[in-house]
């Protein structure tokens, strides 16, 4: 399975943007798909996951309200609606794919990465 995310870029505080993830292979076998994201200096952190059966979705407390994840009807696409972006929201957005079912939050949960895209955020 190979994952390809674009939609990054350069946005201003209260902008929006839309991150698209393309997974291909063998994508039979996945059952949810998400986003992290990395800033420089700090962890890896969740922050929405997809499952491609039924569209159900789970956020991050910090992104609730704001972002909304969605995934198209061949279940091998997902995307991240972002609005009200926020310059703490500027990271590099990472989709995961798990061949597990479940809406996790862990990173270790998913199997598949993609390469990340760049979200900048600015004030």
């Known amino acids: 399975v190979q994952l390809s995310e674009s939609g990054g870029g350069l946005v201003q505080a209260g902008g929006s943007l839309r991150l698209t993830c393309v997974a291909s292979?063998?994508?039979?076998?996945?059952?949810?798909m998400g986003w992290f994201r990395q800033a420089p200096g700090k962890e890896r952190e969740f922050v929405a996951t997809v499952a491609l059966s039924d569209g159900n979705t789970r956020y991050a407390d910090s992104v609730k309200g704001r972002f909304t994840g969605s995934r198209d009807i061949a279940g091998n696409t997902v995307y991240l609606q972002m609005s009200g972006l926020k310059p703490e929201d500027a990271a590099t957005y990472y989709c995961?794919?798990?061949?597990?079912?479940?809406?996790?939050?862990?990173?270790?949960?998913?199997?598949?990465w993609g390469q990340g895209t760049q979200v900048t955020v600015s004030s």
């Open positions: 995961a794919a798990s061949k597990l079912q479940g809406l996790s939050s862990l990173d270790s949960w998913y199997d598949y």
């Open positions: 292979g063998e994508t039979f076998k996945l059952y949810d």
